[in-house]
């Protein structure tokens, strides 16, 4: 039974102010039907780990695809670990296409993720001229066929992956649900020709101007399992609202 995932985004957002406010906010909600992530910028993982609490998983928005050395300006996996992230953002397309992150740097970071304990959130999708010419499922297909051949079945477990059309990021405009549902199914579909049970367990969000005004409809897809929420999250009364969708 794959439990629903709501994993806010605060991308480059924030201050040590509005981390206390975001959290305290989520925290003094209680018990939600759903298990929470959030993914603030790198300075604040410390102390939103310290205000998370138990409930509330905290995650970086990217990784070193190295161990340690002479990389200036990069964060490695184990550094994450070791402030209390559990969770870490792979590939996201502001990656791919504003720092040319390619699938097999994906892979990588991926690799070294699931070797430091972390939870990987891989990120995939497609652009509007992509599926304008009919290639998402396609396009879907080649950004995860590397870690579908090179990652274990037990490396799997540690990976929960995020559909995100480009088209839908920050736009306001979102994929409607069954345009959502035809590619998490298509994904599902993929891992199911790898192996039933990894299919079967695996979690795949949504993301792309989700909000709690249809973030209903969205999660109650089949193949949907919660959503991967930008500008949304930074409002907690509006990340609540998807929670509890
Ligand atoms: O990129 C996203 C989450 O990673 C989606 O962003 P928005 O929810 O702001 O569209």
């Given at each position: 039974m794959r439990r629903t995932l709501v994993a806010g985004n605060w991308k480059m957002n924030a201050s040590r102010a509005q981390t206390e406010t975001l959290l305290s906010g989520i925290r003094d909600a209680g018990d939600l039907p759903c298990?929470?992530?959030?993914?603030?910028?790198?300075?604040y993982l410390s102390q939103?780990?310290?205000?998370?609490?138990?409930?509330v998983s905290v995650g970086a928005q990217n990784c070193a695809d190295q161990t340690s050395g002479a990389y200036t300006g990069e964060v490695a996996c184990d550094m994450l670990s070791d402030v209390g992230a559990s969770m870490v953002i792979i590939g996201h397309s502001e990656r791919r296409t504003l720092y040319g992150e390619t699938d097999d740097v994906v892979l990588r970071k991926t690799r070294l993720a699931i070797d430091c304990g972390l939870t990987a959130v891989v990120c995939v999708g497609e652009t509007l001229e992509q599926r304008k010419s009919g290639n998402a499922e396609a396009v879907v297909k080649t950004q995860l066929s590397l870690l579908l051949s090179e990652l274990s079945d037990t490396d799997w477990q540690s990976v929960v992956i995020a559909y995100e059309p480009v088209w839908a990021i920050g736009t306001g405009e979102t994929a409607?649900?069954?345009q959502a549902q035809a590619v998490h199914a298509h994904i599902r579909a993929?891992?199911?020709a790898r192996n039933e049970s990894l299919a079967a367990s695996t979690r795949l969000l949504y993301g792309g101007s989700?909000?709690?005004a249809n973030a209903a409809e969205l999660f109650s897809q089949q193949d949907i399992d919660g959503g991967l929420?930008?500008?949304?999250?930074?409002d907690v009364a509006e990340f609540l609202g998807i929670c509890r969708a």
């Amino acid at each position: 039974m794959r439990r629903t995932l709501v994993a806010g985004n605060w991308k480059m957002n924030a201050s040590r102010a509005q981390t206390e406010t975001l959290l305290s906010g989520i925290r003094d909600a209680g018990d939600l039907p759903c298990d929470v992530a959030v993914f603030p910028p790198y300075p604040y993982l410390s102390q939103a780990v310290e205000a998370a609490g138990e409930t509330v998983s905290v995650g970086a928005q990217n990784c070193a695809d190295q161990t340690s050395g002479a990389y200036t300006g990069e964060v490695a996996c184990d550094m994450l670990s070791d402030v209390g992230a559990s969770m870490v953002i792979i590939g996201h397309s502001e990656r791919r296409t504003l720092y040319g992150e390619t699938d097999d740097v994906v892979l990588r970071k991926t690799r070294l993720a699931i070797d430091c304990g972390l939870t990987a959130v891989v990120c995939v999708g497609e652009t509007l001229e992509q599926r304008k010419s009919g290639n998402a499922e396609a396009v879907v297909k080649t950004q995860l066929s590397l870690l579908l051949s090179e990652l274990s079945d037990t490396d799997w477990q540690s990976v929960v992956i995020a559909y995100e059309p480009v088209w839908a990021i920050g736009t306001g405009e979102t994929a409607t649900p069954e345009q959502a549902q035809a590619v998490h199914a298509h994904i599902r579909a993929l891992l199911a020709a790898r192996n039933e049970s990894l299919a079967a367990s695996t979690r795949l969000l949504y993301g792309g101007s989700v909000k709690a005004a249809n973030a209903a409809e969205l999660f109650s897809q089949q193949d949907i399992d919660g959503g991967l929420v930008g500008g949304a999250s930074l409002d907690v009364a509006e990340f609540l609202g998807i929670c509890r969708a």
